[in-house]
């Protein structure tokens, strides 16, 4: 399990990215909250390296988000509903490492999509389909690394982005990822495709369903 020694995250910061991915913040009254709550986990999780045969986990780094260790209440999707909790704005963040993690090539052991898609096409800051939503206790997101070395990530938040990088002492070639969106009376079912460097054909990763929302974002 990756555990983040200051030795390894000092070696990883001299590692160069192969993967970026940028994402809006976007808008709503709880931002600054969500961008608190971002930085304090964005410090436990920066630089981490998970060697070959090691595993990631979310929660296992960034530990439980009470108020006692400076998390703060922010906006939070919960059984498709929008709610103020503490904690609120770290699916962003599981998200985007999720989507990194395909893109990095590496092997997603647990991912929790969420049940509701509430956002628009102006409001949404990431595909649907490379959302991971967590719940400390139960909902994880958890990647191995099958690599032959090791990588770490690497996260940037600015005033309204938030970017996070693949890095790693060896050259990595990114792997193409498609989200495949289908229809449905009551929905959307969004396929996961995943090509790695010289393969012909995508691999079928999974599929996740959306419910209409009851409200948007």
Not at 6 to 25: H, K, M
Not at 26 to 31: E, F
Not at 109 to 117: G, N, P, Q
């Amino acid at each position: 399990m990756a555990t983040g020694s200051e030795q390894s995250r000092a070696e990883a910061r001299e590692w160069p990215a192969y993967v970026s991915v940028t994402q809006p913040l976007g808008q709503s009254a709880h931002v600054e909250s969500k961008k608190h709550n971002l930085a304090l986990a964005i410090r436990e999780l920066r630089d981490v390296c998970v060697g070959p045969e090691e595993l990631f986990s979310f929660w296992n780094l960034v530990g439980q988000p009470t108020k006692r260790r400076g998390f703060v209440p922010g906006r939070n999707l919960v059984q498709g509903r929008l709610e103020v909790s503490i904690g609120g704005g770290l699916c962003q963040l599981s998200g985007l490492t999720y989507l990194l993690a395909l893109r990095g090539g590496l092997w997603v052991t647990e991912r929790h999509a969420h049940s509701v898609d509430i956002y628009t096409e102006q409001t949404r800051f990431a595909p649907l389909g490379s959302d991971a939503t967590v719940a400390y206790g139960y909902k994880d997101l958890r990647f191995h690394n099958i690599l032959p070395f090791p990588i770490a990530l690497r996260f940037e938040l600015g005033e309204d982005t938030l970017t996070g990088s693949v890095c790693a002492p060896l050259p990595l070639e990114p792997c193409d990822v498609e989200f495949s969106i289908e229809e449905e009376p009551d929905g959307r079912q969004v396929t996961t495709w995943l090509r790695r460097p010289g393969d012909t054909k995508p691999d079928c990763l999974g599929v996740s369903r959306y419910r209409k929302p009851a409200q948007a974002a």
